[in-house]
């Protein structure tokens, strides 16, 4: 049977209300971003917050946006006296959970600190005649967004990076070191013998899988060992052939599949699954992501290099109500050490 996308909104934002999550006087996401959010058009959005204005639960503001009641339909909307912080990162399919714990940590620090937080992202920011938030926590911007990033915050708008390196000293940062995050990792797997290391998913122009990239690299130099560029698949090639990847596994040895990120690991799963390599028998599998709720359902033991994703969530918020009240609070640029979870791999044992 075919969703009713609509329903399925409303059903998501009133237990936003209801849990406290969108407080009364709180604005409702943009319908951009609720659009974006839940892969749907304009019009199945305005069906979910016209049913919402229907039940008293919202009002809408011609020009301003869609704000939540007291309950109501005929209780008039005051926005509450807080300080708003935008959240760019929520994503309602977010299956490997890295914007859910990004936001987790954002919402406990919030409601501690008694600031809401509000879903939006930097082009709306950029684009809108109002002012809509009072600081911004930006967690897709890459590299060719920095200097908008800044345009933001000289107009007004403090914000933090999440896990990316800004070249602008101004903008705040709150990272891991990807690169040498992973160099730790796959040279100590090297010295444990690990000699046929693959990267799975190479990347040059991303900020964050570059890094990876570049970590995988310098584990082989600084263990004197040649860089097996042979061993290396680019993400944008088995992204749109299912082949590439048996075809890969069928030719080469391997000791370890690198996977540096956590949505290209299923198509690994499946592609050893087709040429019938079983873990960790025949090879072991290291990610660069919080698995841990993927590494539960498919009962697969997958090593994984962990972020401290909703403490990074968290501090970001923490730094942008302390920048609120003291502007000239000195820039946050933060790095964060990550954990490795390791799952019978023989090399990191």
């Not at 799975?200 to 995988?216: E, F, N």
Request: aromatic residues 8%; glycine residues 6%; charged residues 20%.
């Amino acid at each position: 049977m075919k969703k009713n996308l609509a329903n399925e909104i409303y059903d998501y934002l009133i237990a936003e209300i209801r849990e406290h999550r969108l407080l009364p006087g709180g604005q409702l996401p943009s319908e951009n971003t609720l659009c974006r959010q839940f892969y749907v058009s304009r019009p199945t959005v305005r069906k979910a917050i016209a049913r919402l204005c229907e039940g008293g639960y919202v009002q809408s503001r011609p020009g301003l946006g869609s704000y939540v009641t007291s309950g109501q339909s005929d209780a008039p909307v005051q926005p509450v006296n807080r300080l708003i912080i935008g959240i760019d990162g929520v994503d309602f399919h977010d299956e490997y959970q890295y914007y859910t714990r990004i936001s987790q940590g954002a919402r406990a620090a919030a409601e501690a600190a008694g600031v809401m937080l509000c879903l939006t992202d930097l082009p709306e920011l950029l684009n809108s005649p109002f002012r809509k938030v009072d600081a911004f926590i930006a967690t897709r911007v890459d590299r060719d967004d920095f200097e908008n990033a800044a345009l933001l915050q000289r107009n007004g708008i403090p914000l933090v990076l999440l896990n990316r390196y800004p070249q602008q000293p101004e903008l705040a940062y709150i990272s891991v070191d990807f690169q040498y995050e992973t160099f730790l990792v796959i040279s100590r797997m090297l010295k444990n013998g690990a000699r046929n290391i693959a990267l799975i998913g190479r990347q040059t122009g991303s900020v964050t899988s570059a890094g990876r990239t570049r970590g995988w690299e310098e584990a082989y130099k600084a263990n004197g060992l040649p860089v097996p560029q042979h061993l290396a698949v680019d993400f944008q090639d088995f992204r749109h052939d299912d082949d590439i990847l048996p075809e890969f596994f069928r030719r080469n040895r391997v000791d370890v599949a690198f996977v540096t990120a956590g949505y290209q690991l299923p198509p690994v799963l499946t592609a050893l699954a087709r040429v019938g390599m079983q873990l960790p028998d025949d090879l072991d599998v290291l990610c660069f992501d919080d698995i841990e709720r993927l590494c539960e359902t498919v009962n697969t033991p997958i090593s994984y290099i962990k972020m401290p994703l909703q403490a990074m969530g968290a501090r970001a918020v923490e730094y942008l109500v302390r920048r609120l009240t003291c502007p000239n609070l000195e820039t946050l640029q933060l790095t964060m050490n990550a954990s490795l979870v390791v799952n019978r791999c023989k090399y990191l044992l």
